[in-house]
């Protein structure tokens, strides 16, 4: 994720260095740090216990994280005087914070009822019975070239073992939350020149994701400046399903969204291209999206989401379905259930299958620029006697033990069967 802050708060300083860890030396960033490792361990055996049966987040004991009805819909690095505004659109978490948790900053997102992804700092380590905080986090793309310094040039990525040992580390202070990575563009794009000396290296990226419990990575097709992954937006459908296959689905995968033109004035996605970003990353099995609303140019704008009504409305309309359909989107995907074809062979269909509430729900995403008819057979044993497209007020006939449906270019359709 590219990363930026508020222009009062330094942007600058913030591109130029990474955060690692804690920082300071006195003694009373040490005593409160002893402190927070107390009460760790006094709750460490109750925390355990409690995580043993939690769900696909099998360590969350604070926050909503495995409740069915909640889907994190989360903005990167904003200031916390946004959180209003952000929530009328649907969005539950922040995740980063600059120079942060502050607790004015906590304070903020606590009245404002949103939760927070942060890395663990002297204040957040205050704050370990607060549900506001609902996991921890590394610093940002560790696995691409780390700046050595104004006129130093580049160094090679952060180590898989330094971020293994750093997430022990985490774990220690603090057994009760998840702990976030979120990764660049290499998990999706073999050919990214940023990772340095480690480019076409994705063998690192298992040794990762082993120090983490939630994987998450960006990459924005609609924006890039690269041939190779400009206007593909089926890159971001790639890297969810590389991190899922990578963790064998052992660890839950989130993922970055674009919806700004972030550093390319002439270009930004589409609405319709990014609820097709959206859903194909849910369809291959993320369980989270993060917005990067962040724009660099033509000129610096933190929230630039907020001064796009045509985008904040998209971005509140996918919000309002995905919170809709949290429930079958947090439960496992339904195998031997539905099959399904594409007429135009060099337009694939990602589909996914779910089971909610007495419903089968099938979720589709045309992953290419361009138009196909796919034909959904209902496997043996299954039957429906209707099909109804979420969100578009039409049903589709059965016949033939199943459905068809035309799709365009990144078309979404969402269907309930009965």
């Not at 920082?23 to 760790?40: D, K, N, P, Q, T």
């Not at 709750?43 to 360590?59: F, H, L, P």
């Not at 985490?170 to 976030?180: F, G, L, N, Q, T």
């Not at 990067?292 to 989401?305: D, G, I, S």
Request: proline share 5%; hydrophobic share 35%; glycine share 8%.
């Amino acid at each position: 994720m590219r990363r930026t802050v508020s222009i009062e708060s330094g942007a600058k300083k913030y591109a130029n260095g990474r955060k690692r860890g804690f920082r300071g030396g006195s003694a009373l960033w040490l005593m409160l740090f002893l402190c927070s490792r107390v009460e760790a361990a006094l709750n460490i055996q109750g925390n355990e216990a409690a995580v043993a049966g939690s769900g696909i987040y099998k360590r969350s004991v604070h926050g909503p994280l495995n409740d069915p009805t909640f889907f994190p819909l989360a903005v990167w690095l904003q200031s916390p005087e946004n959180a209003e505004k952000y929530k009328a659109i649907g969005i539950n978490t922040y995740v980063a914070l600059w120079q942060g948790p502050t607790e004015q900053q906590l304070e903020k997102l606590k009245r404002a009822g949103l939760r927070l992804v942060c890395e663990q700092n002297e204040v957040a380590l205050r704050h370990l019975q607060d549900d506001t905080i609902i996991a921890w986090m590394h610093g940002d793309e560790p696995d691409n070239a780390q700046s050595l310094g104004a006129r130093h040039g580049w160094g090679p990525p952060v180590s898989p073992e330094k971020i293994q040992k750093d997430y022990e580390r985490i774990k220690a202070a603090d057994p009760s939350r998840p702990v976030m990575l979120n990764l660049g563009q290499g998990v999706a794009w073999d050919g990214w020149y940023g990772r340095g000396s480690r480019s076409r290296h994705p063998e690192d990226y298992p040794e990762y994701i082993k120090g983490c419990d939630i994987a998450s990575f960006d990459i924005y097709p609609a924006v890039h400046d690269n041939g190779e992954v400009a206007g593909k937006l089926w890159y971001v459908a790639s890297g969810v399903e590389r991190l899922v296959g990578w963790s064998q689905g052992k660890k839950v995968v989130w993922n970055c969204i674009e919806c700004t033109h972030i550093g390319n004035p002439d270009r930004k996605a589409t609405p319709h291209e990014l609820r097709a970003e959206a859903w194909m990353s849910l369809i291959n099995g993320s369980r989270g999206l993060i917005y990067f609303v962040h724009q660099f140019k033509p000129n610096f704008r933190e929230a630039a989401l907020l001064d796009d009504p045509e985008m904040l409305k998209t971005v509140a309309k996918v919000n309002q379905e995905i919170t809709a359909l949290a429930p079958a989107l947090n439960s496992s995907s339904v195998t031997n259930r539905v099959n399904f074809s594409s007429s135009n062979k060099d337009v694939p269909i990602a589909v996914t299958v779910k089971q909610a509430g007495g419903y089968t729900y099938v979720f589709a995403v045309d992953l290419r620029n361009d138009s196909t008819k796919a034909k959904f057979t209902f496997d043996r044993g299954f039957k429906a006697a209707t099909v109804e497209v979420v969100g578009e007020d039409r049903k589709l006939p059965v016949s033939e033990g199943g459905f068809s449906d035309d799709f365009g270019p990144w078309d979404v359709h969402l269907y309930r069967l009965r």
